[in-house]
């Protein structure tokens, strides 16, 4: 069963929500335009994790012709469903899409000191890999912009229950949540009538989907993000990219073995 079969039922809402997304999309293009001339790049970007929510997003911003950027993280850990879902991508968006990798000599350190596996040890060597592999490429990806778009969504998991629309706690880089209505019936509701390209792992039960390492299969009734670092305490289980600095879990834990 396709992850379509599996998932795609429309809120009652739906078309209410898309109106809302469609109009905050279309805001921000003209809100964070270029202004030195028409050729420079726009000031605002959207963070493709390749996820099932960043591809309705970046359908939505090629489908309404927006200046609107996209950017991906390549980690050097994704899966070959996602890399090949990345060339497609690149391939037929009108929307410029560019790729950030982590700088590599920082990576073949980190992995001759702590090993390949460090990420299983603890939470403090996982968020390690996670600032090298993320967070760098990330701070390059987001020079010289003033906003930029994720697809976080409310129900996604407890730590992103609030989630905004607009995010304004950094005024440097303003953070748009487009979705942040949408249910995972919504997602793939779209996706189905839209026609979406989205990541095949999905429909092997990958909801969320990171690095290979990190990432895993979940099974009937577990939570939504319970396939991401799943040996660490449920606190801990984000990466960094859309974690406030006072909801940050202590490092100091150790993490369970696999």
Known sequence: MSAIDQNARASGS???KLLETTALLQQ???????????TSPARITLACSLGAEDMVLAHLINQLQLDIGIFVLDTGQLHPETLALLARLKASS????EVFAP?????????????????Y?????RKQCCDIRKMEPLSRALAGKAAWITGLRREQ??????VPLVDATDANCVKLNPLANWTWGDVWHFIAIAQVDYNPLHDQFYPSIG??????????GEDFRAGRWWWEDEAAKECGL?????????????AQTP
């Open 103 to 119: 700088v590599q000599q920082s990576v073949v350190q980190f992995v001759a000191q702590e090993g390949q596996n460090a990420m």
């Open 211 to 220: 690095c290979a390492p990190c990432t895993r299969a979940i099974s009937q």
């Open 28 to 38: 921000a293009a003209g809100d964070y335009a270029a202004v030195i001339s028409p």
């Open 157 to 162: 998991s407890g730590a992103r229950a609030e």
């Open 242 to 254: 859309h974690v406030q600095p006072s909801q940050r879990a202590p490092d100091n834990q150790p």
């Open 121 to 125: 040890k603890s939470i403090a060597l």
């Open 94 to 97: 009108r929307a410029p899409v």
């Open 14 to 16: 739906f078309a209410a």
